[in-house]
């Protein structure tokens, strides 16, 4: 039947169509694709069943998946269906992704054996290796394991990420054949891993023949929502199109019914072509009703005229997950031979049928026991396969049976698939309305299943039903616990809370307090300023500690920690912190242990925390996620020399590892570090990155901060608005929170952008609130470590005196520590500020310090120098020094100090050429980001499989790449993108 109303809808997505097969004919970048979106029975599906006709009639390969609100709960169902089909094409992707995604479809073991549900749960709650403990740490991660560390989306959630990997890759490789249409029905209905998959392949389909078509049901949730994809929203049809629908489907009504039916159905398809029908079978529309509501009464009405066998087989169906036409036979037959369901009984007021008096015929029901069903337009049965005409149907069905009889029908589903646990545990847990301890013990291995495929939410899920079936109120605190364990894994803060919340209503026991705590603290995107909570979960440490129980300990205390950065507690917390960290039976040099110091005391325990990490920096590749926490606690210290270098190495770990979540923490930690020290080439991708990885992975915090890292490049690149609009944003992210390290980047990238501007006030006064303990914007680490800007924006401004105030507070933090950072402000601001000829044996001493790695603190040094050498008339002098700041500045990439200089060259008598663009003025950063590891020598694949890419998509950014900046090879580009070294 053709459509009706829907030319315009229809040619957008045929112009799709035209799009991605005209751009795989020629190499040419695709448009991504659509989210159809509006009302249940709008017509979403034959919309785009009808696009996917057009699509095949032009050539391209379709996939299809559609969601089934019965799999929500069955990790990567929406998956295994659209992919099946292709599945031979798996044996090409490289190693890892072809095991894990193999692993997720169930075609093969997941890769290695994981941690199973509640490690750490289990840990706390049962120290001699009680439920959960067997894999210790490797449940989460952070210091000691602990998702503490903020583990969002990590360990579990690693697998959805390689296995989204593993997807793109095959869709490319399939794409780059025949062009590809994806077709994702009911997205709202797709189980979360599934739905995550495809909101990630949707990210990253730009480059490639590939169009992805999403319906999903307005005013529903889904990961596909926040993937990308343009809207269309599908509304009623017009009058006259509605009209034209009525009379082709039903054409023998009378004026009067037409024109109810037309009201009643006010221009939704669905409601147009089944009225009619419920006008026969009940003799009328019945009374007035919602839309949805008058169609499933519409719905149920059909069904009671059917025999009991096809009622029955109807509702077996209607709670079948899989669709499979042989499991849902199979279980009819065993319902038919038991004590017979009466299904969806006759319509109330009328007498029975016939067929449904007397012994139940069908006991051996075949696929004639559905032929009523399909006559009756309720189901269409091919393929081995039932399929519901309409969502709407299929909800209905059960909607109408009987509670017990669900269940019996649940029951009946359960015995047919004993080859299938986890689907055989969840039709158990249907069936049963009170405590049962076997049944939960099969959810509980369900949910092993799921986190082992990486399905962190099935998982969670599994574990909550279980927690619903526990017969025993210790069994059930342990397994909402384990689900909030998972959930602060995978990020999901809300869903943590709420289990946490569950577990604590049970009385729990000192240890399981602990554990409460301590998964609730664990999130570092999210820590608020409930400054409270510190000397809180301090407690709780030294509680668990005496108990003589450590490892849960140092993860109680790792959140606490946490809070000292991203909030301030004050002095007396700080100190209850390390009491308590003192007192834990590990050594000094542990990881766990440098990495608290620094963050509840990074100057006190400077010494203490700068020796161990150099230490550590050692041992730097054995485990990325030690080295992203250590690179984090690097940059507490000032040492951003090493917090960039550990959070290189921690990097690419983290991708190999598909720890999407975690990457852009380490990303962060590196692009703020190497923005300090002036490598502008490696941080620009680098905060981009990690700006775009934790907006894609609902980290705010990070996102924030990488932002803020933006604005503060832009402002050292000269580009005011964009800084200021960049830092806007990150304000936008952090204020409500109160994330202080967010806010004082924010304000040191306003202070560089009116410095560069000669608004010296203004600067000297955005910078100074980093410094206000009644400022949001004061963190007590970061506030030293900005001495130069506010320095050079006091002095310009008339306010030298408040700069020396400033001096006398910071000036005893150097005794206790050997910050790189702070020790080089000092060195700055005393040059800077002395008088007359003490000034001059200052800038000297300060420049015959240690700067190697440290190119933008040289050039600020040589810079201030010769303005000080030449404002004293000794021009000649001036000029190798402002020489040396121009080129440096140049060669980093910091155009406004390069201007700086410039200038104050001029007036010492020295002219000084343009400054040539570089790679990174002509390139995106995401375009930097591919260039430089084109440099490095890797291949388009390699690239692809760092940055989360087809290497289809590789190929068309550096097709754009290279004529951008002139060259014709990646020799050239690693001669063009070298990096700076002011010590060669």
Known sequence: MPLFGREAELRALTGLIDDVRDSGLRGLRGRGGVLVQGEAGIGKSALVAAAASVASAAGLRVLTTTGVAAERNLAYAGLHQLLYPVRAGMDALPARQRAALRGALGLDDPPGPGAQPGDVAGAVAEPGGGAGSGGGAGAVTGPGGGAGAGAHLGAAGAGVYLVGLATLTLLAELAAARPLLVVAEDAHWLDRASADVLAFVARRIESEPIVMVATLREGERSPLREAGLPAMTVGRLSGQAAAELLDATAPGLTPALRERILEQAAGNPLALTELPAATADQGGIGPPAPLGERLERAFTARVTTLPLPTRTALLVAALNESGSVAETLAATRLLLRSKPLTGIGPIAGTEPRTADIGPPRGSEAGLEVLAPAVEARLVEVGGGAVRFRHPLMRSAIPAAAALDECGRAHLAL????????????????????????????????????????????????????????????????????????????????????????????????????????????????????????VPELAGLAASIAGEGHAEPAVRILWGAAMRCFWSEPGQDARRLVLRVADGLPLPAGDPRMVAIAAYAAPFERGFTVIGGLRELAGAAGADPEVDRYLGSAALQVGAFDLAGRLSAVAAPGLRAQG?????????????????????????????????????????????????????????LRGE???????????????????????????????????????????????????????????????????????????????????????????????????????????????????????AE???????????????????????????????????????????????????????????????????AGESSPTRDPDAWDRLTPHELSIARLAAEGLTNREIGQRLYLSHRTVGTHLHRIFPKLGVSSRADLGRMLKTYRPDE
């Open 841 to 907: 044996e200052l800038y000297a001493a300060a420049l015959r310090a240690d700067l190697s790695g440290w190119p933008a603190e040289r050039a600020r040094l040589h810079l201030a120098f010769g303005e000080w050498l030449r404002r004293r008339r000794r021009a000649v002098e001036s000029r190798m020094h402002l020489r040396t700041a121009r080129e440096a500045f140049d060669a980093l990439g910091m155009a406004a100090w390069g201007e700086r200089a410039r200038l104050e060259l001029r007036g």
């Open 414 to 533: 359960a015995e047919t698939l004993c080859e299938h646990p986890d689907r055989r545990a969840w039709h158990r847990a249907a069936a049963t309305a009170g405590p049962d301890e076997e049944v939960a013990a099969e959810l509980d291995r369900a949910a092993a299943q799921a986190r082992g495929r990486g399905a962190v939410a099935a998982a969670v899920a599994a574990l909550e039903q279980a927690a619903r079936l526990s017969e025993e109120r210790e069994g059930k605190a342990l397994r909402l616990l384990r689900a909030a364990e998972l959930a602060v894994e995978s990020g999901s803060r809300d869903t943590a809370e709420r289990l946490v919340r569950a577990a604590r209503e049970l009385d729990l026991s000192p240890r399981r307090r602990a554990t409460a705590a301590w998964l609730l603290s664990g999130f570092e995107d999210g820590v608020r300023e409930d400054v409270s909570r």
């Open 659 to 715: 720890r999407l979540g975690l990457l852009p923490r380490a990303l962060a930690v590196q692009a703020w570090s190497l923005t300090r020290l002036g490598d502008l080439a490696t941080a620009v991708p680098a905060a981009e990155e990690a700006a775009r990885l934790a907006a894609e992975t609902g980290q705010p915090f990070m996102y924030g901060l990488a932002t803020a890292v933006q604005a503060e490049i832009a402002a």
């Open 720 to 838: 005011n608005e964009q800084a200021r609009a960049l830092a806007d944003e990150a304000e936008r992210v952090a204020l409500p929170a109160g994330a202080r390290p967010v806010l004082a980047t924010v304000q040191l990238a306003r202070g560089l952008a009116a410095m560069s501007e000669g608004r010296f006030d203004d600067a000297f006064a955005d910078l100074s609130r980093i410094l206000d303990p009644t400022d949001p914007a004061y963190q007590l680490a970061l506030r030293a470590y900005f001495l130069a800007e506010l320095t050079e924006a006091a002095l310009r401004a008339g306010r030298a005196d408040a700069m020396r105030d400033v001096l006398r507070d910071l000036e005893p933090l150097a005794a206790s520590t050997p910050s790189p950072a702070l020790h080089i402000g000092l060195r700055y601001a005393r040059a800077v500020l002395a008088p007359g000829e003490e």
